[in-house]
């Protein structure tokens, strides 16, 4: 009797213990912002101290001086709130975190070009040398995004790619003629095409949340409502410390408001030379013809559920998730496809984030295969669309 109520006193001082254990707000900060001033740390602890009396539970404060590290840190779920750059939230909104909050100050990303170097777009950058600020920084996130989502490696686009620890050495590295663009956040970038006559923008990315904040999806609701009321009600004071800070104060945001930064760099590319991308309604139509879909998904996602007639073929993927890959690594059963090369074949996963039928589509084409589909949408798309789907083989 004794033995069983010790260990009923235990579980609820471990649970008393846990629930009130304190939150940790990770800070991490661009690489354009002084992370190491005191005056910065000490923002931060009076943000910390103001989200605790909001929500009645202590939050310690750290700040992260290398971001690199956070992505390892969000996937084991360290931190309870991340106050972070964009990039970083739309990575952690994959891996068990919410957007809660955003800042009222955004980032516009600017690719800046020398008149000389007769870069006028992003097509005519190809082989020309580019400087980009730190590799984790968010505009070079941004870059290496776009040429992603256009189905190209920075690293065998751009003749040279030259990245600087700080944002103002990637501009002084094109003013010394050691590169022909450069890229930079919008108010650096009009400041200094003011003093120089001979730069001129070359594109210019959508509008992005300069940072935001996400909170673990396993805080319970109450926590989080009063955290996403905590940050939208900053009082003026703080508001002013953030801007010395180079960040500002914040306004409520979801999912929607990360949209585009969080696909940069974790979906497929959108586009694939010599393949084409149908919709569903084209793909229903393709089947109605007879042509074969192939989902190269393993095993225990098609029996979950598939597009009807589809026929698995799972491509074992062993090469990274980017659009540089050694395929030889990778493995693919060709004789389950049509031994005509000239027959039209589609090919289909999980979705945009889902890279099976991205290079089981390559491969093919690679291989031979003349009329090649990628249904780069895949299931998700299919569903949407009111199509039905089945279970088992």
């Given at each position: 009797?004794?033995?069983?109520?010790?260990?009923?006193?235990?579980?609820?001082?471990?649970?008393?213990?846990?629930?009130?254990?304190?939150?940790?707000?990770?800070?991490?900060?661009?690489?354009?912002?002084?992370?190491?001033?005191?005056?910065?740390?000490?923002?931060?602890?009076?943000?910390?101290?103001?989200?605790?009396?909001?929500?009645?539970?202590?939050?310690?404060?750290?700040?992260?001086?290398?971001?690199?590290?956070?992505?390892?840190?969000?996937?084991?779920?360290?931190?309870?709130?991340?106050?972070?750059?964009?990039?970083?939230?739309?990575?952690?909104?994959?891996?068990?975190?919410?957007?809660i909050a955003?800042?009222?100050?955004?980032?516009?990303?600017?690719?800046?070009?020398?008149?000389?170097?007769?870069?006028?777009?992003?097509?005519?950058?190809?082989?020309?040398?580019?400087?980009?600020?730190?590799?984790?920084?968010?505009?070079?996130?941004?870059?290496?995004?776009?040429?992603?989502?256009?189905?190209?490696?920075?690293?065998?686009?751009?003749?040279?790619?030259?990245?600087?620890?700080?944002?103002?050495?990637?501009?002084?590295?094109?003013?010394?003629?050691?590169?022909?663009?450069?890229?930079?956040?919008?108010?650096?970038?009009?400041?200094?095409?003011?003093?120089?006559?001979?730069?001129?923008?070359?594109?210019?990315?959508?509008?992005?949340?300069?940072?935001?904040?996400?909170?673990?999806?396993?805080?319970?609701?109450?926590?989080?409502?009063?955290?996403?009321?905590?940050?939208?009600?900053?009082?003026?004071?703080?508001?002013?410390?953030?801007?010395?800070?180079?960040?500002?104060?914040?306004?409520?945001?979801?999912?929607?408001?990360?949209e585009y930064?969080?696909?940069?760099?974790?979906?497929?590319?959108?586009?694939?030379?010599?393949?084409?991308i149908p919709?569903?309604?084209?793909?229903?139509?393709?089947?109605?013809?007879?042509?074969?879909?192939?989902?190269?998904?393993?095993?225990?996602?098609?029996?979950?559920?598939?597009?009807?007639?589809?026929?698995?073929?799972?491509?074992?993927?062993?090469?990274?998730?980017?659009?540089?890959?050694?395929?030889?690594?990778?493995?693919?059963?060709?004789?389950?496809?049509?031994?005509?090369?000239?027959?039209?074949?589609?090919?289909?996963?999980?979705?945009?984030?889902?890279?099976?039928?991205?290079?089981?589509?390559?491969?093919?084409?690679?291989?031979?295969?003349?009329?090649?589909?990628?249904?780069?949408?895949?299931?998700?798309?299919?569903?949407?669309?009111?199509?039905?789907?089945?279970?088992?083989?």
């Amino acid at each position: 009797m004794k033995n069983r109520w010790f260990a009923t006193a235990l579980a609820v001082l471990l649970a008393f213990n846990v629930q009130a254990a304190d939150l940790v707000l990770d800070v991490t900060l661009d690489y354009d912002q002084n992370r190491d001033h005191l005056a910065t740390q000490t923002t931060f602890k009076d943000l910390a101290r103001h989200l605790s009396a909001a929500i009645g539970q202590p939050v310690k404060m750290v700040m992260t001086q290398n971001a690199e590290r956070v992505g390892e840190r969000i996937r084991t779920g360290s931190y309870s709130i991340l106050l972070a750059p964009s990039q970083l939230i739309g990575l952690a909104m994959r891996i068990g975190y919410s957007p809660i909050a955003k800042t009222k100050q955004n980032a516009r990303v600017m690719l800046l070009a020398t008149k000389s170097s007769n870069v006028k777009n992003f097509e005519s950058a190809r082989g020309k040398r580019i400087a980009l600020p730190h590799r984790e920084s968010l505009v070079s996130f941004l870059v290496n995004g776009e040429m992603n989502a256009r189905g190209y490696s920075a690293k065998q686009y751009f003749g040279q790619i030259n990245y600087m620890n700080q944002y103002d050495a990637a501009l002084y590295a094109m003013e010394i003629g050691q590169a022909d663009l450069v890229a930079a956040k919008e108010d650096v970038a009009e400041e200094w095409m003011l003093r120089r006559r001979d730069i001129v923008r070359v594109h210019t990315f959508p509008n992005v949340p300069a940072a935001g904040v996400v909170v673990s999806n396993k805080l319970d609701a109450a926590t989080k409502d009063k955290l996403r009321l905590a940050f939208a009600n900053i009082d003026k004071d703080l508001e002013a410390q953030l801007l010395r800070s180079r960040l500002s104060g914040f306004k409520t945001a979801g999912q929607a408001d990360f949209e585009y930064v969080s696909t940069r760099g974790f979906y497929t590319p959108e586009i694939s030379p010599g393949i084409s991308i149908p919709t569903a309604q084209q793909v229903k139509q393709l089947l109605g013809q007879g042509v074969k879909l192939f989902d190269v998904r393993p095993q225990a996602h098609y029996r979950e559920a598939h597009i009807p007639g589809a026929i698995n073929v799972h491509y074992q993927m062993n090469s990274p998730k980017e659009v540089e890959y050694d395929d030889s690594v990778d493995a693919f059963d060709l004789s389950k496809l049509p031994a005509d090369k000239k027959a039209p074949i589609i090919f289909q996963c999980n979705g945009a984030e889902c890279w099976y039928s991205y290079k089981a589509a390559r491969y093919a084409l690679k291989r031979g295969y003349t009329k090649v589909y990628w249904f780069r949408t895949g299931l998700p798309a299919w569903k949407g669309a009111g199509y039905p789907v089945r279970k088992g083989n």
